[in-house]
């Protein structure tokens, strides 16, 4: 995968967390590693476990390390953390763009919330 960079020469991002969670389909067995990202959406291994320790945070991923290796799997019955968009936070402000499309794309996988 070609890394992109913006107006300001800095590299967008280029691998969502759904990407991330998709790698569950396309690897056999029960686990993957940051090596299967990396190999299966061609971004960096440093990349791969920041995304994949993030779903961990967001209870989607349940995680052990193993002989050297950190392990990460679905965890199907944990709701991932709810945000909830009624809030005034959300409601009572102002709509902004922050002018970094990544950023916009961050937004949108926190507040992602599986079969809403």
């Given amino acids: 995968m070609d890394q992109n960079r913006d107006e300001d020469r800095r590299f967008t991002e280029q691998v969502g967390l759904t990407d991330v ?3 569950f389909d396309t690897v056999s067995g029960p686990v993957v590693t940051s ?15 920041r995304k994949l320790n993030r779903l961990h945070d967001q209870g989607r991923l349940g ?17 991932p953390n709810r945000v909830n968009t009624d809030d005034t936070i959300f409601t009572d402000r102002p709509s902004f ?15 992602y919330q599986p079969g809403s």
């Fill in 63 to 79: 995680r052990r390390k193993t002989t050297g290796r950190v392990v990460y799997w679905r965890r199907e019955n944990a709701a």
């Fill in 21 to 23: 969670l998709d790698v």
């Fill in 35 to 49: 090596d299967d990202v990396a190999n299966v959406t061609g971004c960096s291994r440093d990349s791969a476990r």
């Fill in 97 to 111: 763009s922050s002018g970094h499309e990544a950023l916009s794309e961050q937004v949108d996988e926190l507040l």
